[in-house]
């Protein structure tokens, strides 16, 4: 038998090579895992669909909105009612508050944008409560104490309401963070937005609701 790399013919009943150090074992491996890799056309179309199909499944579930609505809210329509318990034991229904201008934030301390711009939905309150604003930062998800810990570094004084049965998070439909609802004194949402927002934009809303 002589080497397929250099053709020097081999010592019986020996693996290497003493030439080229052609390996008789690794070459037989190498050749039946590539025999093995090879699946017939038909395989490899079924695999791909199968594939496909699941990678479709899993996106449209991780995309599928809170609720059982298809469609998500949008401004003009009433902002839906809820009733939560605040971090000091109080319970909050938007319903009462009925009259006041009132900006609904879903928020989480693991969301990075949450984190920043909650500083400034402080400011907005302490610059227009005495005007009748009134500003919920509704927690989504997180143990009381993890919330009542991120309050207190931040110096928050608004109401945060925590949201154990997700109750208001699927009437609101609520899929990325954070996600802020201005709601004039009717009841009626005003604007939406889901990313972080600016202090300007923030305040430029507040006017909106105080004006009306």
């Not at 449209?60 to 809170?66: G, K, S, T, Y």
């Not at 005007?131 to 104490?145: A, T, W």
Request: with cysteine; proline share 6%; glycine share 8%.
């Amino acid at each position: 038998m002589t080497c397929p790399e250099c053709g020097t013919q081999l010592v019986p009943r020996t693996r290497f090579c003493h030439r080229c150090g052609w390996d008789s074992k690794l070459a037989a491996a190498g050749k039946a895992a590539s025999t093995a890799g090879q699946r017939p056309a038909w395989k490899r179309l079924i695999m791909a669909v199968i594939l496909g199909m699941s990678s479709v499944a899993v996106l449209a579930l991780l995309l599928v909105p809170r609720g059982d609505a298809s469609a998500n809210l949008v401004a003009g329509e009433a902002a839906p009612d809820f009733a939560l318990q605040a971090l000091d034991g109080t319970q909050v229904r938007l319903a009462d508050l009925k009259g006041k201008p009132v900006v609904i934030n879903f928020w989480a301390s693991w969301c990075s944008p949450c984190r920043k711009e909650m500083p400034d939905f402080e400011v907005m309150y302490q610059q227009y409560r005495e005007q009748g604003l009134v500003v919920l930062g509704i927690n989504v998800g997180e143990p009381r104490v993890t919330v009542a810990d991120f309050r207190q570094q931040v110096g928050v004084t608004f109401p945060i309401l925590t949201d154990v049965h997700e109750d208001a998070q699927s009437a609101y439909k609520i899929l990325p963070l954070p996600a802020t609802f201005f709601v004039d004194r009717s009841g009626t949402i005003r604007s939406i937005y889901q990313y972080q927002m600016s202090r300007s934009q923030m305040e430029t809303e507040v006017l909106r609701l105080l004006g009306n």
